[in-house]
Structures are given as C-alpha cells and as structure tokens.
C-alpha cells in the first residue's frame, strides 16, 4: 500500500504567462508558494475476491475491469500509460476540488507517484512535473498552464520561469522572519462558487491572443514582487498593493475570470483594510486571497463573515510518500 501527499498550491503573480502560447514567445514566470492543505491518494492492489478489478473512490466511485470503463480521465490515462491494473485507489483532500488551488494538478502528481512507487520504481520531483504536465495536457488534452504540476512537485515557495527551453525552479531567498510576516498577513477566503478551471482556462486562452500587454505586464511584477520579498529595506505591505494591481490585470483578460459576487466580496474586503488580493487560479470561483496586516483583519473577516476563512501555513516539502508497505502481487 502507498499513500502519497500532495500540497495545493497559491500562486501570487505570473499567472497566465505558464501557458505555451506566450512563454515559448515571450518567456514567463509565477511566484507561487505550496501551503499546508494536502490531497492523499492510497493505492494498493485490490485483491482478486471481487467480480470487478479495479476500485476507485473519489468524487464518485468506480468499479471497472477495464481502462474504457473509468470515466475519470486523468486515472484513466495514468492507468494505461502507466500499465496499471487491478487498483484500489482513494482520493482524500482538506480542501474542495474545482476551487483555484491547483487541485486537479496536486491529484495527478500525487497519483503518478503513488503509481510508481506501487512499482517499485523511483521518480524524483522533476520526472514527477513532468509527467504530470504530459498527463493534463497531452493525454487529457486539458487546457490550462503548466505552474501547478511543478509547484505541487517541488513545493516551497519559488520564481518558476518558464521558457521554450523548458522551465527552472528557483527558491526565493527570504529570511523566516520576513517570510513568516508574510504568511501572517495572507487571508484565504472560500467564496462559495466552485467551477471546472478547463472551461475558463479554454476561454482565457482565446483571449489572452489578444492581451499580450497585459501578460507583459503581469510577467513584469514577478520581478517586482520578488524585490519586495527578498529586499528586506523594501515595505512588505508593497506586496499586497501589487496583488491588487495584479488582480486588476487578470480580471481584464477574459470575461470568466471574475463575476459580480466575487467583486462585492472582494470590494469588502478592500474597504475594511485588505491592501490588495486575487481571485486564485482560472476564475470564475473558488479561494480569494488577500493581504491584510494584522490590525485590519479582525475588521476583513466581519467584512467577509458569509465566507469561510481558512487559515494556513507555507510548506516547503512538496509532494511525498507518507506511507510505504511493500506488497506481494503477481502480474
């Protein structure tokens, strides 16, 4: 039996400048960071008492005898690359699917691990993006970037940059005193609307053919966020000021991104003392997050008390195995 955790990923700036269309023109990055909400993915082989030869357990649950049958695309796909057969797997997550954090990408890094470990076969975090991406947006043909498989991956906090050579992870190098205030001034809000991120993002790209400017510009506060992070002379309330610049950016680019519910609460939010925010992943739904220092929070969270507030913490692992128990199974 193997059991993989896999972190959700916040991405502050860069969003958009991942997919290929404009990295591979005009080079790309993000500043992202990995947080302490996980989804975990058991798999073991299921053993051969049952009239079904595969179990799946998520959202819904499947019992198949073969690859056709599963109507999940992405374990259908990772099954057969993989070669894959007769499976027990269960899906677990602190946190809701469909909601900006990266979730479907954490699933598939954690399931590929699972599936090569159950294999007996090592695959460090590179392979394990990698793989992922290959399994979104190739076998799946899912539209969307690339950032979520490798934060899920590699985890931390980091300037992934992204090129039509491939891309590079790079640590932001900040102190954990700075770090920690700024963990400390974040504020993850559930807005209540979930959406399939592949719908909006098939949208977003149509139009982002037609907003290279504002994608120019919203790669050009990557380099000015991580200023403000890794310059310990520089305001860190900067921060929040350039996430609200950069949310003003985002929600100018295609009509999905944003909605009249998530601008009230955002606007809430704004007038009760948040310095700035974004709506996190596609649009359409899912998590807000803002910067808000300390003594204004109080008066956010009143602001915003139809919402559910979900603390949280940076993580810096990534993906792992927490659990690994070899097991006897003929082929």
Not at 61 to 78: D, L, Q, T
Not at 133 to 142: D, P, Q, Y
Request: aromatic share 12%; glycine share 8%; net charge negative.
């Amino acid at each position: 039996m193997i059991i993989t955790r896999t972190p959700f990923r916040m991405s502050f700036f860069g969003g958009g400048t991942d997919f290929s269309g404009f990295y591979n023109e005009h080079g790309g990055a993000v500043l992202s960071t990995t947080f302490d909400k996980y989804c975990y993915v058991t798999v073991r082989h299921l053993p051969r008492f049952f009239e079904y030869k595969t179990h799946l357990t998520y959202s819904k649950e499947e019992k198949v005898n073969s690859y056709a049958e599963i109507k999940h695309p992405a374990i259908r796909n990772a099954m057969e690359w993989l070669d894959m057969h007769e499976l027990r797997l269960v899906y677990d997550s602190d946190l809701p699917a469909r909601t900006g954090l990266g979730t479907s990408s954490s699933f598939a890094v954690g399931m590929l691990e699972a599936f090569y470990a159950l294999k007996g076969k090592y695959a460090d975090k590179r392979k394990l993006a990698d793989d992922a991406i290959h399994l979104e947006r190739v076998l799946c043909a899912e539209a969307g970037g690339i950032q979520d498989q490798i934060a899920a991956s590699f985890g931390g906090l980091n300037r992934i940059n992204f090129s039509a050579n491939g891309y590079t992870v790079n640590p932001v190098i900040i102190s954990p005193e700075r770090k920690k205030v700024l963990n400390d001034n974040l504020m993850l809000f559930f807005t209540g609307i979930s959406r399939f991120s592949s719908e909006i993002q098939k949208t977003t790209e149509k139009s982002m053919k037609d907003k290279t400017q504002e994608l120019l510009k919203m790669y050009e506060l990557v380099d000015q966020a991580e200023q403000v992070l890794v310059n310990k002379d520089r305001d860190l309330d900067d921060f929040g000021r350039l996430l609200d610049y950069t949310w003003q950016l985002k929600r100018g680019i295609s009509s999905g991104i944003s909605s009249d519910s998530i601008d009230e609460q955002y606007n809430a939010a704004m007038k009760a003392g948040a310095l700035g925010g974004k709506l996190l992943g596609a649009g359409g739904g899912g998590f807000l997050l803002f910067y808000v220092p300390k003594e204004k929070q109080d008066s956010v969270r009143a602001a915003l008390k139809n919402q559910l507030h979900v603390p949280f913490k940076f993580e810096n692992e990534g993906t792992t195995i927490v659990m690994y128990q070899a097991e006897d199974f003929e082929d």
